[in-house]
């Protein structure tokens, strides 16, 4: 593999000099490569892809060899850009299966694998996973995993016990081993209070402009599909151009005006 522009201590240094991470999904080497010659920070290879190249509702039918080869799809498109892989729906049900399963996402080509959820197996996984030199992505807030659980696609945090739990949940996952977090659809103000409160960066989406950075779905960035959520913007229709749309979105988030 060639020298990665990005990795995980540049990351956290640039939450400790204040400036905003830019990352992005991609599912495909065409997307991959354009999000590279950009400069974006990172690339996430999401379970998304269930619902935007699979036309699926939602993305519990996402597999663990889909992951694979659109993981091995974005690694040759972007040779140099962190690549975080989604663990999908009960791929890390028990830690021998985070372990077979997450080995598989890196041996593919991810430099860090996301899983969804807090509590006391999520941390010991994380922390077996962190213990092998597998770096871990934690993601709380909205997890579209337990869609069914929650109800629906809502925004979580919104009462004191929830926000409560929320930050709870981030300093375990933390202290674990976890190497970022990404935290959807949260309130502003408990996302500011988590991205404060850890060291690790805090990587929002619809979760306001004060997390360490911001990932978007690329569908939703240049305005394509169904539902677009209502925290997304269409960086396409003012610029006319992929590349210039996505140099727009990291522009827009180093300076803090994206998320509005
Ligand atoms: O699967 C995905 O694309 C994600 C982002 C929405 C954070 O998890």
Known sequence: MKTLINTIPKLQALKAQGEKIACMTAYDASFASVLAQVGMDMILVGDSLGMVTQGYPNTLSVSVEDMIYHTQAVRRGAPTQVVISDLPFMSYSDEQAAKTNATRLMQAGANMVKLEGGGTDIDATVSSLTRWGIPVCAHLGLTPQSVHTLGGYKVQGKTAHEAEQILTDANALEEAGAALLVLECVPAALAKTVSDTLSIPVIGIGAGVDCDGQVLVIYDALG??????????????????????LSA????????TFPT
């Open 224 to 245: 394509i599909g169904e539902y677009i959520p209502s925290f997304a913007h269409n960086f396409l229709a003012e610029t006319n151009a992929v590349d210039k749309a």
């Open 249 to 256: 979105y990291i522009r827009a988030v180093k300076d803090k």
